[in-house]
């Protein structure tokens, strides 16, 4: 790896920042953001550095990864339902609980952490990627190094993995 300091990672800082102004996003995101984004990448970088992986180029695999949490925050926020005071007042925001509560008060948390055991290391972090952390499929792929059909092929074949363990737990608690 190049020698990297404060001058480099100030010139990522930058060359982030004018990445994102020519994408045309706006100077409020860029002001709201940019700063954690960037601090994430370079605590990804850190770590990174911390456990001796070759980066022939830091200054750039700041940028990028940095630009990769930006694409992850407007995918985000692209899906999160913007819901006004008004409508929660008149009883208008959903308080159904999601899938995933669904299945964690069904099962138990033990059930479902041994159902993911029994995944693949790169389909179960894709599944925590999705589930957990709420990435969406493709920005989840792209963490864990696939493209979108990849991502697509993976994340079916481990809801398909785990669809019998749930089934059998379920005809189990019908059961009793």
């Known amino acids: ?28 995101f860029i002001e709201r953001h940019a700063d954690d984004l960037f601090g994430q990448a370079l ?16 200054v750039g695999w700041l940028i990028n990864g940095a630009w990769w949490r930006t ?4 995918d985000q926020e692209k899906r999160r339902p913007r819901i006004s005071s008004v409508d929660a007042f008149f009883g208008l925001a959903s308080d159904t609980p999601t899938p995933e509560d ?20 790169t389909e179960r972090t894709l599944i925590e990627l999705i ?9 989840a792929g792209r963490r864990v190094g696939w ?7 993976h994340h079916q074949a481990a809801l398909s993995r785990l669809r019998p363990v749930f089934e059998a737990t379920r005809r189990r608690t019908n059961e009793l």
């Not at 990804?44 to 022939?56: C, G, M, T, Y």
């Not at 589930?131 to 920005?139: K, L």
């Open 102 to 121: 669904e299945a964690l008060e069904l099962f138990g948390d033990e059930t479902v952490k041994a159902a993911l055991r029994l995944l693949p290391a």
């Open 71 to 74: 694409i992850n925050l407007l």
């Open 147 to 153: 493209g979108k059909s990849a991502a697509d092929r």
């Open 43 to 58: 605590l990804e970088l850190s770590r990174a550095i911390a456990e001796e992986d070759k980066i022939l180029k830091p």
């Open 131 to 139: 589930y957990v952390e709420g990435m969406s499929c493709r920005a």
């Open 1 to 28: 790896m190049t020698p990297f300091d404060q001058c480099d990672i100030d010139e990522a800082r930058r060359g982030f920042r004018l990445r994102l102004w020519r994408r045309g996003l706006s100077p409020k």
